[in-house]
């Protein structure tokens, strides 16, 4: 297994994933929990795998320095263009995480690094990188796919073969990630090098709606429902990512 890029399908992945109401409470949860911690004076801000640029853009508007790497050229070329429709700069890296220490010279106040772990071969190699270029003070943003939401998916639909098989993957040229990652596990994993402050589930209902329920539900009412139960103790371990913000030790 390799670690996956979107070169061939960032066209697929702007409809798929921004086009509709899961990218908007992907970005609505992910907003509201930064917003809650990050200080008010301008942050260095890495976002690692920032894709189309929509958080990057959201952390330049209100003032931060924003430095954006990506791998695939296609995505990266989208972000130019949004950010300058909006008028905004910063400074775009065309770099896998594998090459961002030997590129960045100075760590940074904020890292983000959403919805790339569950696209590489060896997620946990990450982590250390991760740590080196995040100031001692500084904060992580991680999302994640959450394995225990996909088993969960799979039971309400009946696939116990694919489960008994423990088949998760999604195919070759699916946006379903490659690698969904369970969180003991992930937590095990940043002990003793991160301290998780902050968690929230993403999508923690809104998947599971039948898709006439989903097709007919407003916007707004979604928001507002997925942000007041996004830390529920019953309902947020099933949000399809999860979003732990960490300081590192």
């Known amino acids: 297994m390799n670690d996956r890029h979107f070169d061939e399908l960032a066209t697929r992945f702007a409809e798929k994933i921004y086009g509709g109401?899961?990218?908007a409470i992907r970005l609505a949860v992910l907003q509201a929990d930064l917003a809650e911690v990050l200080p008010e004076r301008p942050l260095r801000v890495l976002d690692v795998g920032a894709g189309l640029g929509h958080m990057g853009l959201w952390l330049a508007e209100r003032g931060h320095r924003v430095t954006l790497a990506e791998p695939a050229a296609p995505m990266l070329a989208a972000a130019r263009?949004?950010?300058?429709?909006?008028?905004?700069?910063?400074?775009?890296?065309?770099?896998?995480?594998?090459?961002?220490?030997?590129?960045?010279?100075?760590?940074?106040?904020?890292?983000?690094?959403?919805?790339v772990l569950e696209w590489l071969a060896e997620p946990h190699a990450i982590l250390p990188v991760l740590h080196r270029l995040t100031t001692p003070g500084g904060w992580l943003s991680l999302a994640f796919y959450n394995k225990d939401a996909l088993i969960y998916r799979n039971l309400l639909k009946g696939h116990f073969r694919k489960l008994r098989r423990q088949r998760f993957a999604g195919e070759?040229?699916?946006?379903?990630?490659?690698q969904p990652l369970d969180p003991r596990e992930l937590a095990a994993q940043l002990d003793g090098i991160w301290r998780v402050e902050?968690?929230?589930?993403?999508?923690?209902?809104?998947?599971?709606?039948?898709?006439?329920f989903q097709a007919k539900a407003d916007l707004s009412a979604l928001l507002e429902m997925e942000l007041a139960y996004r830390r529920h103790p019953a309902f947020a371990g099933l949000g399809r990512y999860l979003h732990w913000i960490c300081r590192p030790l």
């Open 21 to 23: 109401a899961k990218g």
């Open 81 to 115: 263009e949004r950010f300058a429709a909006a008028g905004r700069e910063a400074t775009f890296l065309q770099a896998p995480w594998q090459e961002l220490p030997g590129q960045l010279a100075e760590p940074f106040d904020l890292v983000l690094c959403h919805a």
């Open 172 to 178: 070759k040229h699916s946006l379903t990630p490659q």
């Open 198 to 212: 902050c968690t929230s589930g993403v999508r923690v209902f809104h998947d599971y709606m039948p898709a006439e």
